[in-house]
């Protein structure tokens, strides 16, 4: 599972898991390192084994500071994880900007410099580096000496977005670039963009039979059940959507006690979720417009309501 900031966090990877084909991997939403680093109660949630208990979930830090980098590894240790993941990917402006995310990418001399002292820090802790990164910054022309950067370290796994800082989330993904990777990386590789439905799954491991792994995000998001379609063939059920929904809705008021932020956060996941279901607009209008949770519980009612047993 994808990282994805205010999406799959620790809420919902548990209903996820709860009711969905289980993922080997979740990764968390980035978490900035600082100097000085104390964990804030909500990143203790994404890393703690009480709230992701049964699940392997790897943090992923934003950072391109060596030292900063492996205190928080360290911390993230005392919480018993053995693996931890770089974003070289987040395209956002204020993160490109101070050189982090895939801003990093443009300095490849430094970034080699800054993964040689992390490697060094981690093997001493004996952890495991995980990579995500985008393929460039503005243009492509850096992907081959990055991949040869890549290469110089022992990363569990060096996972590859296909796009450039400035395509964003938009735009054809870049599979030659992807298709460079195969033959290069020698890490074992994880294909990441535009996976949403079983057919583009087959697609990516047609051409690229030898990629053996898989990130998802938006698609899944969209589609709770597409890995349930791709490896046992079966379509997203209604009950175990909504299931899945309550799960999460409760969860949400448990943690927050705030009508108008658990809305906040429920409306955010039906913009993913809005293209699973039939004849979904009007109830869609609705959720969006509610203010209470009487309203938002009628309109998700209405909506569930108008589906078959099986979802689009
Ligand atoms: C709202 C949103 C938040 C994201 N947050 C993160 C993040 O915290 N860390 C990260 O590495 N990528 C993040 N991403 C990128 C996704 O992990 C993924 O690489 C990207 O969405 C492409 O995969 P997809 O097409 O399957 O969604 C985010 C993407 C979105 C849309």
């Known amino acids: 599972m994808a990282p994805m900031e205010g999406i ?4 919902f990877r548990n209903a ?33 084994p009480e709230t992701n208990a049964g699940l392997a979930v790897v943090p992923q830090i934003l950072t391109n500071h060596a030292e900063d980098f492996l205190e928080t590894a360290r911390i993230f240790k005392e919480y018993g994880h053995h ?18 995310g895939s801003g990093f990418l443009k300095d490849p ?63 054809e993904i870049r599979l030659h670039a992807f298709e460079q990777a195969v033959s290069t990386v020698r890490a074992p590789l994880c294909y990441n963009g535009d996976l949403f439905t079983v057919q583009d799954y087959q697609n990516i491991g047609e051409q690229f039979p030898e990629t053996e792994r898989f990130m998802y995000g938006r698609g899944l998001i969209a589609n709770p059940g597409l890995l349930n379609e791709i490896r046992d063939g079966q379509k997203p059920d209604k009950k175990m959507f909504r299931n899945f929904h309550d799960k999460i809705y409760h969860d ?61």
């Open 8 to 11: 799959t966090n620790f809420i």
């Open 16 to 48: 996820y898991h709860a009711y969905f084909h289980p993922m080997d991997k979740y990764f968390t939403p980035f978490i900035s390192a600082k100097p000085g680093k104390h964990l804030s109660v909500k990143e203790i949630r994404e890393v703690s």
């Open 83 to 100: 693996e931890v993941n770089l974003n070289l990917g987040c395209p956002s402006g204020t993160v490109t900007a101070k050189g982090k």
């Open 109 to 171: 001399e430094e970034l080699d410099r800054f993964l040689d002292r992390i490697c060094e820090g981690l093997e001493r802790e004996q952890m495991n580096l995980s990579i995500k990164t985008r393929i460039g910054t503005t243009d492509e022309e850096d992907w081959e000496e990055l991949m040869e950067i890549y290469n110089h370290y022992p990363l569990t796994e060096l996972i590859v977005h296909p796009r450039i800082q400035k395509d964003y989330y938009k735009g």
């Open 252 to 312: 949400y008021q448990e943690l927050l006690h705030d009508e108008r932020n658990v809305l906040f956060r429920m409306k955010e996941l039906w913009s993913y979720f809005s293209v699973s279901f039939r004849n979904s607009a009007k109830y869609i209008k609705k959720i969006k417009k509610a203010t209470h949770y009487s309203e938002y519980q009628a309109a998700v009612s209405g909506l569930f309501a108008e589906q078959e047993e099986f979802l689009a």
